[in-house]
């Protein structure tokens, strides 16, 4: 019998420090793996493949993430803030029919 791992793609309202950002994306998708997910965390998966500065790189960075997120069967929104990045993202996922919750929604499906 296969199974197929339910794909969760991570938002947040990153810190603007990235050594922060990364660690608190790295806390969050462990917990979604331990809870039996994929994650999709573009903080993590696009480390260090776009400049910072560079504005064509931004736009890919925001097309590539979006990618992700409409693939995924979750939007997790994580920490106890929300800025314009994760309301964007909870609007991309209304859309696209993604289902939203928040990282202690999930912990609270199993």
Sequence with gaps: MSRTIPRAYVTAAWSKNPVVAKEAAKKYCQELVKQGYLPLCPVLAFDGVFPVEDQEAHKHYKEMSEDLLRRARFLVVCGNR?????????????????????????????
Excluded at 98 to 109: A, H, W
């Design 82 to 110: 929300q800025n314009e990045d994760v309301k964007d993202d909870i609007a991309i996922a209304k859309r696209a029919k993604v289902i939203v919750t928040t990282l202690e929604g999930v912990i609270g499906f199993v």
